[in-house]
């Protein structure tokens, strides 16, 4: 798949005060905006138009736009995210969306979902059942996909503490080949999948972005990149350390399509 837009936000002065569970200490706002600017002109030099949401203050974890919205074969669904504090950020980026997708499901209660906790692999989604996105989020949406001619996969991963979502250890990279962390190495749900397992002591690494024909990967950890190179892909490291510290990674900036 080739994406020509994505929707991205970048943070707050508050953004310190959103969940965060890393101990990594608290995040530099100014730094934050530096490395979100730097995300964006990097999507750009790889074909994509940006649209670009105005910081919310009142939502601290709102640049994680990707737990909001989920596009998939040309189409939209709202998420509804599992941490109640986060609830109000799907409003903005139902106009925002509105533009190219008139007509925008959503996930309803009692369900729950996270977007990071989907990970498109072509033609098949995973979707994650994890603290955020629950049992029934997770069935609204497979049977969004399956209308649109997906198939899709839950993986329960809420014994997997080192996960908060899915993504946090799964992505694609393209054919029938995922990059996963230890954790969802030898997963059952998995099988039949070309699975490259991230170095040791890189799992953040897990969670990388194809966008058309590169792969965007935190900076930091070379093993990964490395692996990654052997493979054949086009890597561009980015650094997201502020993101790290409030448990987010390179997939979670935007929603792409």
């Not at 970048?10 to 569970?21: E, K, N, W």
């Not at 596009?71 to 599992?82: N, Y």
């Not at 892909?233 to 980015?238: C, D, G, P, R, S």
């Amino acid at each position: 798949m080739r994406f020509t837009r994505a929707l991205v936000r970048p943070p707050a002065d508050t953004f310190a005060d959103g969940i965060t569970s890393s101990n990594l200490g608290p995040p530099d706002p100014a730094l934050a905006r530096a490395q979100h600017e730097t995300y964006c002109r990097s999507l750009e030099r790889l074909g994509l138009s940006l649209v670009r949401l105005a910081p919310d203050p009142a939502f601290p974890d709102s640049p994680f736009v990707e737990d909001t919205a989920i596009v998939a074969r040309g189409d939209a669904i709202l998420a509804r995210p599992g941490a109640p504090s986060r609830a109000g950020e799907v409003a903005s980026v139902r106009e925002a969306l509105g533009r190219w997708f008139p007509t925008i499901a959503r996930i309803t209660a009692p369900g729950t979902l996270d977007g990071g906790d989907v990970c498109e692999a072509g033609a098949h989604v995973f979707i994650g059942r994890s603290e955020r996105t629950n049992a029934e989020g997770a069935a609204q949406l497979a049977t969004w996909l399956s209308a649109h001619g997906l198939g899709s996969t839950l993986i329960d991963i809420r014994d997997v503490p080192a996960l908060l979502h899915l993504k946090t250890g799964l992505s694609w990279l393209g054919g029938r080949r995922l990059l996963v962390s230890e954790d969802l190495e030898k997963h059952e749900a998995l099988a039949g999948w070309n699975v490259v397992r991230v170095p040791a002591g890189e799992a953040y690494a897990a969670n990388c972005i194809r966008v058309n024909d590169t792969m965007l990967v935190p900076e930091g950890f070379p093993a990964t990149r490395e692996l990654l190179e052997r493979l054949g892909e086009t890597v561009v490291a980015l650094d997201v350390s502020e993101y790290q510290k409030m448990d987010g990674g390179l997939s979670c900036l935007s929603v792409r399509w």
